[in-house]
């Protein structure tokens, strides 16, 4: 159903539609009338006011538990240590840590080491070695509201070609939160993570992405970390999503273990960085909610 010039708005304003969102509704219609590759965002992923406070308040919380769990993160330490460091500490703060009981996981923080991608399980008798790269991935609700991000930490004596992985990963994150910005698309800045990937001989995972957050833990719109210019979602102010590329030094390829059905390694062995921030497109760029 068409809103009419003096309905009230979609977006729970309470105005008229025509000094609200009409305008922006027009001016997403003729972008993407005007260019086969790119989509339009639904009204449903565009958040309010309230909800943005909302949602920057958890991604705040959020982020003083990383720099708490920041502090333990040395040799010697279990990530089931850290994994007890997160719960508490959340906990102090008022939040709720989203990945227990998420999808039948069993830990509220995923602490994944070397080859480990992404979700991996923390463990208390998986002890933080030199040499070891880790990523901790901490994501809060906080009067319902989530914030998402991790952070990669590199344990003593780190090899220079991991160390460069770690940054080169930091570095396509960077890129990305450059460019994102209203009436670009999805695919504009997974080009640029994809590019800033290769060129440095390595690959970006494919299978795993970023994600809409802010009411929910994983909302739309899916956030892949390559693409083209100028095609996939529209990005528009009021869009909370979360970037998070996952840079593997060999082969991009990935799989499950068939055990936990959880931890993602690569298939080759080698070792994968990631880092990741809530972010939200404002009118004139966007925010880091939580990093
Ligand atoms: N925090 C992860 C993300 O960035 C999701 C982890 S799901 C969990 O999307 F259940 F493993 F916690
Ligand atoms: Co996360
Ligand atoms: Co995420």
Redesign the pocket.
Known sequence: MKLGRNDLCWCGSKRKYKACHMAFDEKINLIVHRNRGITAPMHDIIKTPEQIEGIRHAGEINSMVLDTVSEYVKEGVSTGKLNQVVEERTKELGGIC??LG??G?TKSV?TSINEVV??GIPDDNRLLKNGDIINI???TIVNGYYG?A?RMYMIGEVSEEKRRLVEVTKQCLDEAVNIAKPWTTLGDFGYAINKRATENGYSVVREIG??GVGLD??EEPWVPHIGKPNTGMLLVPGMTF?I?PMINMGKPEVFCDAEDN?TIYTDDGKPSAQW?YTLLITETGNEILSR
Do not use: I, K, L, V
């Open positions: 989203a990945p998420y999808e996981y995923c992404c979700h991935d901490c994501t998402d991790s970023g994600h833990f994983h979360t998070e959880w990741e």
